[in-house]
């Protein structure tokens, strides 16, 4: 309640500010708010995924905590995972700013950050340091803009966190680093996937087993995807994210001078592409694996339609810009009600429920 009046009083302030200053005051605050605990949730909300047991689906994007300085704020604020990173091995500075805008008339946002992030060490000692919290934590990790060997490093950060990451997300789709987008295409990826999948069996004895994930563009043509998603099937990836920012522009957009710069869209604007392409990859992957979905959540509906779309699990960060934090109680709750009405008491009777007919529609335009 009270985290809910400071959420509601402040977001006037924080939408007048710079995006990025806005964003870097909100991680500040949450280090010092005293939050408690969260409830226990619903047994109806639990999800079982790439072996791990998830209090509820409804996860926050890689994105908002680069340096793993508040997951455990998050976690308190009612989400069921938190993805930390995108972290690269070296810290680097990323584009020049301004590197964020709100396009608040389509409750979106573009950025062009670059994978801007204080490198390994930093968010290692984080999570070392509250190893012993609980909670299931993510790790997102990308290359460094001007290395040599981009594979090299995704096989260094599965070496250096295998320890302390619930799970490792391989982001080879943000639009921000210039050509990281080819290690999609299928003999990158298939090399990539190759020699992530052996450092983390390799480190598998010290470290315990830890799932891999592959973060996909929505950008993808359908014969791409076809070729991501059969790399991944051999790989025996245990999951996918479904999916980054897109460089398209919708039509529809209403911020048309804003909607000009360059970068990654998301939020509201994504959610018809993102959801399509969710679709796609589920009815490729034929349950070799759980997906996430993500991009334009902004409800308890629109997280439903992307379980029935084919995720398992869901993930968001931009409409937290435009709905606070209250938002995560919103989605959990209409997600606990579907659960009983339509689940049969859980969501996995749902997941994927839509696919075929949502592949059989028109392309979003």
């Given at each position: 309640?009270?985290?809910?009046?400071?959420?509601?009083?402040?977001?006037?302030?924080?939408?007048?500010?710079?995006?990025?200053?806005?964003h870097t005051l909100t991680i500040k605050a949450l280090r010092l708010l005293p939050l408690p605990p969260p409830a226990p949730e619903p047994p109806e909300l639990g999800v079982r995924a790439f072996g791990l047991n998830f209090p509820s689906p409804v996860g926050l994007a890689a994105g908002f905590d680069k340096?793993?300085?508040?997951?455990?704020?998050?976690?308190?604020?009612?989400?069921?995972?938190?993805?930390?990173?995108?972290?690269?091995?070296?810290?680097?500075?990323?584009?020049?700013?301004?590197?964020?805008?709100?396009?608040?008339?389509d409750?979106?946002?573009?950025?062009?950050?670059?994978?801007?992030?204080?490198?390994e060490a930093a968010a290692l000692a984080r999570l070392a340091a509250r190893a012993d919290a609980g909670g299931i934590i993510g790790v997102n990790i990308g290359a460094n803009k001007d290395t040599p060997d981009r594979t090299q490093d995704y096989v260094r950060l599965i070496d250096t966190f295998a320890p302390v990451?619930?799970?490792?997300?391989?982001?080879?789709?943000?639009?921000?680093?210039?050509?990281?987008?080819d290690l999609q295409q299928a003999s990158a990826l298939d090399e990539l996937l190759g020699r992530v999948i052996e450092a983390r069996d390799r480190v598998r004895a010290s470290a315990g087993p830890t799932p891999v994930l592959l973060k996909i563009a929505p950008d993808l043509t359908l014969p791409d995807l076809d070729d991501v998603v059969g790399v991944a099937r051999k790989h025996r990836i245990d999951g996918m994210i479904v999916g980054?920012?897109?460089?398209?522009?919708?039509?529809?957009?209403?911020?048309?001078?804003?909607?000009?710069?360059?970068?990654?869209?998301?939020?509201?604007?994504?959610?018809?592409?993102?959801?399509?392409?969710?679709?796609?990859?589920?009815?490729r992957a034929e349950g070799a694996f759980p997906i996430?979905?993500?991009?334009?959540?902004?409800?308890?509906?629109?997280?439903?339609?992307?379980i029935k779309a084919g995720a398992t699990l869901v993930q968001l960060y931009s409409a937290l810009v435009y709905r606070g934090i209250g938002l995560v109680s919103e989605i959990k709750r209409e997600l606990l009600a579907a659960a009983k009405r339509d689940g049969r008491g859980s969501l996995a009777a749902l997941v994927g429920k839509d696919a075929a007919d949502i592949t059989a529609e028109s392309w979003p335009s």
């Open positions: 309640m009270v985290i809910g009046l400071i959420d509601r009083l402040s977001r006037p302030f924080m939408r007048a500010l710079d995006p990025e200053d806005a340096n793993a300085k508040a997951p455990d704020a998050m976690l308190r604020l009612g989400f069921g995972f938190v993805e930390i990173g995108t972290v690269t091995p070296c810290a680097q500075q990323g584009n020049p700013r301004p590197r964020i805008f709100r396009l608040t008339a409750e979106g946002v573009i950025n062009r950050l670059g994978f801007n992030n204080e490198g990451a619930s799970y490792f997300t391989v982001n080879v789709s943000s639009p921000n680093t210039p050509g990281l987008r980054n920012t897109t460089i398209s522009r919708p039509g529809s957009l209403r911020e048309r001078d804003k909607a000009k710069e360059t970068g990654g869209l998301s939020g509201k604007p994504l959610y018809r592409l993102s959801t399509r392409i969710l679709a796609e990859t589920y009815v996430i979905g993500a991009g334009g959540i902004d409800s308890g509906a629109a997280a439903l339609a992307k």
